[in-house]
Each structure stands twice: as structure tokens, then as C-alpha cells.
């Protein structure tokens, strides 16, 4: 049986833009693949719920979308014959509405949903919509120097997720970053990590099994000219990445860890990872 293609169109100026991880909200083009079990009636009752124009009005592209080489947040649903859908949502306030509406649909079907994933956002470059103007600075290597191993800053947080309420909306996150020096954050982005990131919690948190953790908290990820020394001239000039964790789920706190992060020395390309969250299911009531 041939695929249903739907498409999906998010226009700011008509209400049903795509909202930003950082709160910004911006024109994108999307598809799904609609289930040979499900029909077009219930086809537009999805768009609704993900907060896409009606399929009426989603035929033709925007020509110019703010979302070149990114993807937008998605729900993954798992079916019980191992098919699967996956659709954008334009809201992380619509997650779990859309997650309930789209299950019943279908579960009604006859195929039912066992498992539900959320796929966070990606935005390799978010040079302009943080305002990032490099110039020519260079950071301190991340790299333990001269050290017999690499050192890390870990500890627990009080993670915001993205789609918890109540009691659920807080969850003790472990973190993991590595960094030059013994028990702190990198130098390179130590003056943001406050912001962004706050100090460890003294709580137990759950790993999964082994390193194996379902959620992965949103966050930057910044790319640095770096040396060891870098007044050293005769160093070459090295490329470093490094993840800076966002502990707050509100958009302007993002935001603001994101303007911080653009305005540290050495940066010169940033991108950002929303949460992904495989357990997405145990979220519905």
C-alpha cells in the first residue's frame, strides 16, 4: 500500500508558528507519514494537535523557512506490529495534548501505541538568534594537559523537563561535562555555567542501566578555537567542542543561557539540542 505523505506548514502570521526551544517563534516547513490505518478526517485532527495548518492550506512550502539543516522536536509513536509514526509538534506546551489525542487515534485503529519517544529540536547554527560575533578570541583547552587522564565535572541537577507536571516537572539529571580542571567546570565555559547550568544538587539521581539514562537533557553545543596557553604563539590553534547543559525549561532562561554562551571567549559557532526523553508514554495520564 503507497505511503501517505502529509504535509506540514507553520506560519507565524497565521497563529500555527513553530515555537523555539528559546521561545522564538519562526516559519517551517514539515512531513509525516500517515498509517495505511488511518484516514484523512483523523489526519486533520492530528495537524490540529501538533498545531500545523489544516492539510488544506499545507500544499504549498513556505519558500524561505527559518530551519535550513535543523529538525524540529517530534513525537515518535510505537506501535504493537513494530510500525511507528512520527510527528513535529509546534509547542513543547502541546506535547503531551498531541501525545494523548494522536495515541487514541491510533489505538482506535486496532494497532495500539506501546511506546511513545520525544525527539528534541536541533539547530546546528544559532549564530544570529543569539547574537554570536566572533572575533578572533581564543579559549583554554578543555583537555586535562599534561595530566594521566581527563577530567570531568558531574553531579546531579534539578533538571526542568520538558513535559512534566506537578511533581514530574522537576527530576534529579545526572550531567556529565568534561572540563581542564579538577571539580569545576571547564574555564572555557565556567562563566556561563552558572547561568545555564547552576550548582549540583546533593540527591541521588537514576542512571538507567550501565551508562544508559532515558532522558537527555537539552542543551548547547559550542565550538571553541582553543589552546592550552592562549597567549602562546608558536601553539597552534586547535578546535574543540563542548556541551553546556540548560537546567530551566522556561524559553527565557534558555535564551539567556544561549546569549551567555554566544558572548564566551573563543566561541565561534553554537547550535543547541532540545530533550529527548524515551519514556515520553509514562507521562500520559
Not at 196 to 213: I, Y
Not at 234 to 246: D, K, Y
Request: charge should be negative; hydrophobic fraction near 40%.
Amino acid at each position: 500500500m503507497p505511503k501517505t505523505v502529509i504535509p506540514v506548514r507553520f506560519v507565524p502570521d497565521s497563529g500555527t508558528g513553530y515555537v523555539m526551544d528559546i521561545g522564538t517563534e519562526i516559519a517551517a516547513n514539515g512531513r509525516f507519514v500517515l498509517p495505511p490505518d488511518v484516514d484523512g478526517a483523523q489526519a486533520a485532527t492530528i495537524l490540529a494537535n501538533i498545531g500545523a495548518q489544516p492539510l488544506s492550506l499545507a500544499t504549498n512550502p513556505i519558500p524561505c523557512p527559518d530551519t535550513v539543516n535543523a529538525d524540529l522536536r517530534r513525537l515518535q509513536f510505537i506501535r504493537s506490529s513494530s510500525g511507528s509514526m512520527s510527528v513535529p509538534v509546534s509547542s513543547r506546551a502541546d506535547l503531551i495534548g498531541a501525545a494523548t489525542v494522536i495515541t487514541g487515534i491510533l489505538n482506535a485503529a486496532g494497532d495500539d501505541v506501546v511506546c511513545i519517544k520525544l525527539i528534541g529540536e536541533r539547530f546546528p547554527d544559532l549564530a544570529d538568534e543569539l547574537g554570536l560575533q566572533y572575533a578572533n578570541t581564543i579559549a583554554v583547552s578543555h583537555v586535562s594537559v599534561g595530566e594521566s587522564k581527563q577530567f570531568y565535572y558531574s553531579g546531579n541537577i534539578a533538571y526542568n523537563t520538558d513535559a512534566g507536571t506537578g511533581l514530574a516537572a522537576t527530576v534529579f539529571q545526572p550531567i556529565k561535562s568534561i572540563t581542564n580542571l579538577l571539580d569545576a567546570p571547564a574555564t572555557q565555559i565556567a562563566a556561563a555555567w552558572t547561568g545555564c547550568v547552576g550548582a549540583f544538587e546533593d540527591a541521588l539521581a537514576c542512571r538507567g542501566r550501565g551508562r544508559t539514562n532515558p532522558r537527555k537533557h537539552r542543551r548547547f553545543e559550542l565550538t571553541f578555537a582553543t589552546k592550552a596557553d592562549p597567549a602562546a604563539t608558536a601553539e597552534p590553534l586547535a578546535t574543540e567542542t563542548i556541551e553546556l547543559p540548560v537546567k530551566s525549561a522556561v524559553a527565557s532562561d534558555i535564551l539567556a543561557c544561549g546569549q551567555a554562551a554566544a558572548g564566551l571567549t573563543g566561541v565561534y559557532c553554537i547550535g543547541y539540542r532540545g530533550e529527548d526523553y524515551s519514556r515520553f508514554h509514562k507521562l500520559l495520564s
